[in-house]
């Protein structure tokens, strides 16, 4: 081998004696890596314990007169609450807490308002701040319960009493049992609660008659200038009267619909013995009949002509007349911010004994809890709820308005 090629061979595996030496150097002594990041630590929110709500009422405003509904503006800058009175009066109640010497609404001269009959309901269109739509549900001098549209006049911020528009007439046998509930349900339509028509014990029968408006509850399209039916109102095409959602109820005071899940309560007057609650849950078509007069709650009260019980829809709740209870007054489910403990309950109070409940569901069990015994002389007559979701009762006997609160948490 020439002197060359030695030197290239020695040249060659000096190379890769130094190669393979930084190979194991870079092996032996190369950094660490940086340590993994520690795990998130998931932290649990937990919700806080809260005690079962105690109510305590909170006076608002006093000299009213015989309040019949407590309601507000959809719109949420609006806050005032309006309040209609059994003689044809609609009030307001400012933002600060003092009623306006104007009134939104004066219909008096329209209204007959002896017994269980008057200015009994309003609502709102849910888009009022471009239709300038209201609604109103009273008797008139004629003994017919009367739904007509008025329009908000945006300058004075009254409704326009020239703007009358009568959208159904319906004829009164009695002078008790009107019902009177308006409402917008999540749909966009207008509920109307309609009683039996009075005298007792519906003796013509008319809750189970679907031909007739009476005793039941109603649902309409009012958004353009007619009244329109609903394509899925269960008599739409035949059968019975297209305005029917409902039927089978005595007196239904008061209907309201959960803001924030869409579902309905129904609190119906019972006869002698039995109040209830009825339920039905959002996105649930219409069509159900809630017994009466074959039942009062689920009790038999006259079967002539009926079906078993298993046929109607019974109520998820109901009480007896004792404990000076005589007439149930439906609310609504709290909603608001101010009393975590009331969320998601529904409220709701005896005329006579002038016990305020809660009721709520767990699983398939649904329970009543009393959370206020009033004073013997409070007759508490409507619930109202503002548009921030805060609930109101109206005291009858006194005619003032109070909030409920929770002392309890």
């Given at each position: 081998?020439?002197?060359?090629?030695?030197?290239?061979?020695?040249?060659?595996?000096?190379?890769?004696?130094?190669?393979?030496?930084?190979?194991?150097?870079?092996?032996?002594?190369?950094?660490a890596?940086?340590?993994?990041p520690?795990?998130?630590?998931?932290?649990?929110?937990?919700?806080?314990?809260?005690?079962?709500?105690?109510?305590?009422l909170?006076?608002?405003?006093?000299?009213?007169?015989?309040?019949?509904t407590?309601?507000?503006?959809?719109?949420q800058?609006?806050?005032?609450?309006?309040?209609?009175?059994q003689?044809?009066?609609?009030?307001?109640?400012?933002?600060?807490?003092?009623?306006?010497p104007?009134?939104?609404?004066?219909?008096?001269?329209?209204?007959?308002?002896?017994?269980?009959?008057?200015?009994?309901?309003?609502?709102?269109?849910?888009?009022?701040?471009?239709?300038?739509?209201?609604?109103?549900?009273?008797?008139?001098?004629?003994q017919?319960?009367?739904i007509?549209r008025?329009?908000l006049?945006?300058t004075?911020?009254?409704?326009?009493?020239?703007?009358?528009?009568?959208?159904?007439?319906i004829?009164?046998?009695?002078?008790?049992?009107?019902?009177?509930q308006?409402?917008?349900?999540?749909?966009g339509?207008?509920?109307?609660?309609?009683?039996?028509?009075?005298?007792?014990?519906?003796?013509?029968?008319?809750?189970?008659?679907?031909n007739?408006?009476?005793?039941?509850?109603?649902?309409?399209?009012?958004d353009?200038d007619n009244?329109?039916?609903?394509?899925?109102?269960?008599?739409?095409?035949?059968g019975?009267?297209p305005?029917?959602?409902?039927?089978?109820?005595?007196n239904?005071?008061?209907?309201?619909?959960d803001?924030k899940?869409?579902?309905?309560?129904?609190?119906?007057?019972?006869?002698?013995?039995?109040?209830?609650?009825?339920?039905?849950?959002?996105?649930?078509?219409?069509?159900?009949?809630?017994?009466w007069?074959?039942?009062?709650a689920?009790?038999?009260?006259n079967?002539?002509?009926?079906?078993?019980?298993?046929?109607?829809?019974?109520?998820?709740?109901?009480?007896?007349?004792?404990?000076?209870r005589?007439?149930?007054?439906?609310?609504?489910?709290?909603r608001?911010?101010?009393?975590?403990?009331?969320?998601?309950?529904y409220?709701?109070?005896?005329?006579?004994?002038?016990?305020?409940y809660?009721?709520?569901?767990?699983?398939?069990?649904?329970?009543?809890?009393?959370?206020?015994?009033?004073a013997?002389?409070?007759?508490?007559?409507?619930f109202?709820?503002?548009?921030n979701?805060?609930?109101?009762?109206?005291?009858?006997?006194?005619?003032?308005?109070?909030?409920?609160?929770?002392?309890a948490?």
């Open positions: 081998m020439s002197k060359i090629h030695k030197w290239l061979w020695i040249v060659i595996s000096l190379e890769t004696v130094a190669i393979a030496a930084l190979i194991v150097w870079g092996t032996v002594f190369k950094p890596p940086p340590p993994a520690a795990p998130k630590k998931t932290v649990q929110k937990t919700q806080p314990a809260y005690k079962p709500p105690q109510l305590a909170t006076k608002v405003a006093d000299g009213l007169n015989k309040v019949t407590v309601t507000s503006m959809p719109d800058s609006d806050k005032r609450l309006f309040i209609t009175e003689d044809g009066d609609v009030r307001i109640l400012n933002a600060d807490g003092k009623l306006d104007n009134l939104f609404l004066d219909i008096k001269s329209q209204v007959q308002s002896d017994g269980e009959m008057g200015l009994l309901g309003l609502a709102f269109h849910p888009k009022i701040a471009q239709n300038g739509y209201l609604f109103v549900d009273y008797v008139d001098k004629g017919n319960t009367i007509s008025f329009k006049n945006k004075t911020g009254l409704a326009d009493k020239s703007t009358e528009k009568v959208l159904l007439k004829k009164q046998p009695y002078t008790n049992h009107k019902g009177g308006l409402a917008f349900g999540p749909d339509n207008l509920y109307i609660g309609m009683g039996d028509g009075g005298n007792g014990g519906d003796p013509e029968n008319r809750a189970q008659d679907k007739q408006l009476l005793g039941k509850i109603l649902r309409v399209n009012v353009s009244l329109a039916i609903p394509a899925g109102n269960p008599f739409a095409s035949s019975g009267k305005e029917i959602w409902a039927l089978g109820l005595r239904p005071w008061r209907f309201s619909f803001r899940t869409g579902d309905l309560y129904i609190a119906d007057v019972g006869q002698d013995k039995y109040e209830e609650v009825n339920f039905v849950a959002a996105k649930t078509g219409g069509g159900n009949n809630y017994g007069r074959c039942y009062e689920t009790h038999t009260f079967a002539t002509g009926c079906l078993d019980a298993a046929n109607y829809t019974a109520p998820v709740l109901e009480y007896d007349h004792t404990e000076k005589c007439s149930i007054i439906g609310g609504y489910v709290y608001g911010t101010k009393y975590p403990a009331m969320v998601g309950k409220f709701f109070a005896d005329y006579c004994g002038g016990q305020i809660y009721a709520g569901k767990s699983g398939a069990t649904w329970t009543q809890t009393l959370a206020a015994q009033t013997p002389s409070t007759t508490i007559s409507a109202g709820e503002d548009n979701g805060e609930l109101y009762v109206a005291d009858r006997t006194t005619n003032t308005l109070y909030h409920l609160e929770d002392i948490n």
